[in-house]
Structures are given as C-alpha cells and as structure tokens.
C-alpha cells in the first residue's frame, strides 16, 4: 500500500496489465459506434490518444492511406515496432477488453 508507481501517459500497458503497446483511436464527433469505443476506453480507464478525421486532415490521410477506408472507428495499434489497424467497435472492444484483462 502506498508505494508510487511512475506511469508513462503514452502506454496503455500503464493499466498493470503487463501490455506495453500505443493506441490511437480515428474517430468522428458523429459516429455512434465511436462514442461506443470511447465509453468503454473511458469507464476503463484506458490510454488512447484520440485522432479526428474530419477535424484533422493529416488523420483522414493516415487512415485511408493504411486501410484504404474511410470507416471509423478503427483503432491503431503500435506495439513492438509494429502497427496493425483495427475496424469494428466491437472488436476493438473485444480486443480491449482480452488484452487488457477487463472483460
Ligand atoms: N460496423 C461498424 C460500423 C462503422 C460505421 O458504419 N462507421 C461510419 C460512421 S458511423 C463510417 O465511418 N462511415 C463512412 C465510411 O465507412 O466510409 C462498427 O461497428 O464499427
């Protein structure tokens, strides 16, 4: 009890789940299925760096250039060097959930 951990805000691993990758969420303002995604990051306390696709320009671009879609939500997953990009609000929920040990 008592003892100060130092957590990076970057690193959804911060949770103590033992998981060091980085998440970005591309989202719209608009979209239902991202308040989805959003609610459950926010009740769990997850680190997601939030990107806007219509607000900012360069995170449309990201997101169409790697997935060839405009769809969101679609989570960015960057872990050990590697990227990988995930559509669907219930399998990025889903996802959340199994690796970070909150289902
Ligand atoms: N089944 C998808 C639905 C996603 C979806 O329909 N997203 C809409 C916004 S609410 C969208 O991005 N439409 C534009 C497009 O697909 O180009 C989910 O649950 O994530």
């Known amino acids: 009890m008592g003892k100060m951990t130092t ?11 033992g998981v060091d990758a980085t998440y970005q969420l591309y989202k719209t303002d608009l979209c239902g299925f991202c308040f989805r995604v959003r609610g459950f990051i926010d009740e769990r306390g997850l680190q997601v760096t939030l990107r806007d ?7 449309f ?3 169409l250039k790697a997935t060839g879609r405009a769809t969101v939500p679609c989570l ?16 990025i929920i889903t996802f959340l959930a199994q690796r970070h040990g909150l289902a």
Not at 7 to 15: F, H, L, M, N, T
Not at 53 to 59: K, L, T
């Open 7 to 17: 957590v990076s805000s970057e690193r959804a691993g911060s949770d103590q789940s």
């Open 53 to 59: 696709i219509q607000r900012e320009g360069e995170a």
């Open 76 to 91: 960015r997953i960057e872990e050990a060097g590697q990227v990988r990009w995930m559509h669907e609000s219930m399998d």
């Open 61 to 63: 671009r990201e997101l």
